[in-house]
């Protein structure tokens, strides 16, 4: 039984939480920055596929109190990493410290890589090499309050690269950060959802997915995991197998899902990223103030302008406002980096929940109107 970490973008951990719970991984616990969780390899395989909320899977190699380098070089070196690392492989260690007698990050990750680096040259006769771009096999060491944890990242490049997104457009909302909106904002997968301001239409192509089934993994060609040196023949059988039968299980289910915006590249980029993820999409070159009521219970879900994006459209809160206050029976959900949307809306939000955008700490907005 391994045990595993799921790294969450700050503030969504509730969420994530709960997905891995519907997901029926099993120890799932909710912390403060991730999701510890434990289950065997392939489990750690199916997470790097199925979650939709999650930015690293990472699985614990090793522990140890460490107060001097010494004791961290030696924790390093205790690990077995033959069955991950051979001079055949590329390899690149980070670290965080905090807390600890030893609170340089730089320092803790150069002596946890002459461990490595020692232990293989013992073993081999050669040494394997650094490649801080795009390693084999990511070591990342987390020292807090003088204990060391040890973990190898099974994810590879980050989790929101889902290999769909063929342009950013402006202001790209990240994919996990876009699933877990959708999950804040309770849509039930079925509701008629529409993004009046799409940009490069992450929102709507996360809810597509998401309604369908369809593993946003599915679309990544390969894992971190899928490098290391165990990973032979054998296990990419086993790993093909656990695609087929991810694919068997999308729903098809496909509810009523728009994409507007008013800027035409915008929209084009939306569709070209809609067409690789492989769903389909109503799309609308429409203003979001042109949206009216139409007797149908719907919820919007947008990210619209807000800092520098914002700086040029001075006006646009207030004509928003008067947008939302139209669409009686609509729940609607936005992210906000200013209280010029609060204020311009007159109406107290259903929830007003805190977020990180980026570098940015924003709220999402919910409304539900009578």
Known sequence: MQEFYASAIRLTE????????ELEFKSVRLNR????????WSDGWRACLQSRIAQRILVVVGR???????????????????????????????????????????????????????????????????????????????LANDKATIYLDMSGSPLHL????????????????????LRMVGWDRRSPLIDPMCGSGTIAIESALWASGVAPGLARERFGFER?????????????????????DVTGQKPSIIAADIDSEALEIAQDNAKIAGIKLAFRQQSVLDLQPDGASRIVVTNPPYG??????SDFPAQFGR?????????????SATDAYEKAILLKPSHKIPLVNGDLDVHLLIYDIE
């Not at 509730?14 to 719970?21: A, I, N, Q």
């Not at 920055?33 to 065997?40: A, D, K, S, T």
């Not at 947008?323 to 992210?335: K, N, S």
């Open 308 to 313: 520098k994006r914002l700086a040029t459209e």
């Open 33 to 40: 920055g991730g999701i510890p969780f434990r289950g065997e």
């Open 162 to 181: 889902r290999g769909y997104r063929a342009r950013g457009g402006g202001a790209p909302l990240r994919e996990t950060l876009a699933a877990a909106i």
């Open 323 to 335: 947008v939302i206050r139209r669409l009686h029976g609509w729940r609607v959900a936005f992210l």
């Open 64 to 142: 140890s109190p460490v107060t001097t380098a010494d004791q961290l070089y030696d924790a390093v070196r205790a690990v077995d990493w033959s069955p991950y690392i051979t001079t055949q492989q590329t390899f690149s260690v980070s670290s965080v410290a905090v807390g600890s007698t030893l609170n340089h990050s730089g320092f803790v990750a150069l002596r946890a890589k002459d461990a490595i680096v020692d232990q293989i040259r013992d073993r081999e006769g050669d040494r394997p090499s650094v490649d801080r771009d795009d390693p084999d096999v990511r070591v990342f060491v987390y």
């Open 228 to 248: 290391w040196a165990c990973h032979g023949e054998v296990q990419a059988q086993q790993m093909r197998t656990l695609r087929g039968a991810l694919r068997g």
């Open 14 to 21: 509730d969420v994530l939480c709960e997905e891995l719970r």
